[in-house]
């Protein structure tokens, strides 16, 4: 291990983008044309019954145009959004030397340039990394984890985010992070104007015209279960995509700083914290450290936990001591 | 007919020929990028061992407040900084490098035994930037035999040996700083008495 698989790593990560921004537009775009012929169909049906394959084309295609439009803004503008949601402000050199030598010094481990360095106002203990290649990346680390580490476990933590820096798992976590907060809201726009939809108009003007009404029926039943599928499935995706990853970028950042000490010393005092994280959300979660949004007894026990158990990190840590 | 039958061969052959000139470009192109990025990493080394010498008088300024009469230390690390600055070569270099870094061991040694100089805040933020620039040190040393391993190990595979024999690529050495350190360890008694 060690010497090709990391090439191999980013090849696969860059691979799982291409997927996850195609079946996104996919997705979205079915969504949009679903709608919208759902809302026509209700409107004026007549348009439907003389135009309708080239109404339905048209609207793909612009549902198409608009959700690559959405895709291409997650990747050049993800890590604003997701440190704006996540509260983080810059921290610069003056602020905290020993922090930014930290990062200098595991980034130049990687062979990667220093990411920037953000600052999340919050005692409990977790950190993330985002952006979109190792040129164009942040990491956030909370007050309370700056607070309540050693030198030696803080830069076992940065190891960890600069892991993920190296191998872009990055930029995979952060269109999961945009792109399915876009289908969640997306997704609840759609069932509200569904059900504003079928309240005021659908009901009364749906008797009279046969086909208009089956095919309006038809479209909105794809949309409402597009709505309920998508999210779903993104959500399936995400965890699939990020437990083998912490335990890969735990074991790569005993390699970079060669020393397992630094971050096992940092998960058990984490796993010892109760404090939960108040900027995380469903989104966001897989993002960070540890799991953000947790009930310590619980944590990591079933199967839709975004993060492995820290107790099981640990463990596979300790082998590397042996 | 027979025209079609008797240039068949013959394109076959050139359309051989072209692959095997595009893979022979597409490994040069490979060799080329993970030769740059091995020097890359080189350098990297030496921006880092700067830091370490942009350092040295800063910090030799603040001991000399309250350690003034511990002058042979403070002046040995100044000799082995100045040594280090103009020595060639690689075996050299790790020699000189290992020697200052044994006399700025020394010294940061000495700060136990003054309180004073411990608490003072200068001192503080030198003791912590000279723990970083030695953990860029070690790091940038380390990236660079990663780097060098991985550049070795694509020279010498086949067939890509082939192209790399051709255009004569080097392999690298690593920067063996094991050996100098446990070298320096075992002598470090000698030094002190």
């Given at each position: ?322 | ?179 100098a350190e446990a070298q320096q360890v075992r002598q470090a008694p000698k030094v002190q008495f």
């Open positions: 291990m060690g010497l090709a698989t990391f090439r191999d790593l980013i090849a696969e990560n860059q691979r799982k983008s291409v997927w996850l921004v195609v079946s996104f537009c996919i997705v979205t775009s079915l969504a949009l044309t679903g709608l919208v012929l759902g809302i026509v169909s209700l409107m004026v049906p007549e348009l439907l019954e003389v135009w309708f394959w080239p109404a339905t084309v048209m609207t793909f295609v612009g549902g198409l145009i608009i959700a690559g439009l959405v895709a291409l803004l997650g990747v050049r503008r993800g890590d604003r959004i997701v440190l704006v949601i996540s509260r983080a402000r810059p921290v610069h050199k003056v602020d905290d030397p020993q922090l930014y030598n930290v990062v200098e010094e595991v980034a130049i481990a990687a062979g990667i340039p220093p990411p920037q360095i953000y600052l999340i106002e919050d005692y409990a203990m977790n950190a993330f990394a985002t952006g979109r290649d190792p040129e164009h990346a942040a990491v956030a680390i909370t007050r309370g984890l700056r607070e309540r580490l050693t030198r030696e476990e803080l830069q076992g933590v940065i190891a960890h985010e600069i892991a993920h820096i190296r191998n872009y798992d990055i930029r995979l976590m952060m269109l999961l992070a945009v792109l399915i907060g876009m289908v969640a809201v997306l997704a609840d726009f759609l069932l509200q104007s569904m059900r504003f939809a079928s309240s005021k108009k659908g009901l009364n003007r749906r008797g009279g015209k046969a086909s208009g009404g089956l095919i309006a029926a038809v479209v909105i039943v794809v949309a409402v279960l597009l709505a309920l599928v998508a999210p779903l499935v993104a959500q399936v995706i995400q965890l699939a995509v990020s437990r083998e990853r912490e335990y890969l970028a735990d074991a790569t950042a005993v390699e970079l700083t060669r020393n397992p000490h630094g971050i096992l010393g940092a998960l058990r005092k984490i796993s010892q914290d109760d404090a939960v994280l108040q900027v995380a959300n469903r989104g966001t979660a897989h993002l960070y450290f540890v799991n953000p949004i947790r009930n310590y007894a619980a944590r990591g026990a079933t199967i839709f936990s975004s993060h492995p158990p820290i107790e099981e990190r640990i463990r596979r840590l300790e082998a590397l001591l042996v | 007919m027979l025209a079609e039958i008797v240039w068949l061969p013959w394109a076959i052959l050139a359309a051989v020929v072209l692959l095997i000139l595009l893979w022979g470009i597409g490994v040069y192109n490979g060799l080329i990028a993970r030769q740059a990025e091995a020097q890359n990493a080189w350098s990297q080394i030496d921006v880092q061992l700067k830091r370490r010498y942009d350092l040295i008088p800063n910090l030799v300024e603040t001991v000399k407040g309250y350690a003034s009469h511990e002058k042979e230390t403070l002046e040995r690390v100044i000799q082995a900084r100045n040594a280090a600055m103009n020595v060639r070569g690689i075996a050299e270099r790790a020699e000189a490098e290992t020697a200052l870094t044994g006399a700025m061991r020394q010294l940061l040694m000495l700060a136990e035994a003054y309180p004073e100089l411990k608490a003072n805040e200068n001192f503080k933020a030198l003791q912590e930037e000279l723990i970083s620039t030695e953990n860029r040190i070690g790091f940038a040393r380390q990236h660079y035999n990663d780097v060098v391993a991985r550049y070795n190990v694509c020279l010498r595979r086949f067939p890509a040996n082939i192209i790399a024999g051709l255009f004569r690529f080097p392999e690298y050495e690593f920067f063996q700083v094991e050996s």
